[in-house]
Nanobody, 115 residues
Framework: QVRLVESGGGLVQAGGSLRLSCAAS????????MGWYRQAPGKQREPVAT???????NVADSVKGRFTISRDNAKNTVTLQMNSLKPEDTAVYYC?????????WGPGTQVTVSS
């Protein structure tokens, strides 16, 4: 089992920045892709950014140029630096990790951007 715990969410004004972190623990060997998804009220969960063990990234068009994903393979952590935040970025952000084709999820952290 892989356990994921997010931190760093909160309330910020539009134009501000937040940094989300996620730490994986438990049976963390062979974790492949890690990333972030988000779910706004009344909407489906959507991918924000993912990163492979080798550092290849995929970033959603809606956040490209504003959000940056990075990871530390040795520490099994993944970070999402969010700049120029907009009210539409308000959502619960979930960390995810893939291991042997199974996806694990953290409990989520709330990000609220006020206008």
């Amino acid at each position: 089992q892989v356990r994921l715990v997010e931190s760093g969410g909160g309330l910020v004004q539009a134009g501000g920045s937040l940094r989300l972190s996620c730490a994986a623990s438990g049976m963390t060997f062979a974790i492949n892709t890690m990333g972030w998804y988000r779910q706004a009220p009344g909407k489906q969960r959507e991918p924000v950014a993912t990163i492979t063990t080798g550092g290849s990234t995929n970033v959603a068009d809606s956040v490209k140029g504003r959000f940056t994903i990075s990871r530390d393979n040795a520490k099994n952590t993944v970070t999402l630096q969010m700049n120029s935040l907009k009210p539409e970025d308000t959502a619960v952000y979930y960390c995810t990790a893939n291991q042997y084709l199974r996806n694990y999820w953290g409990p989520g952290t709330q990000v609220t951007v006020s206008s």
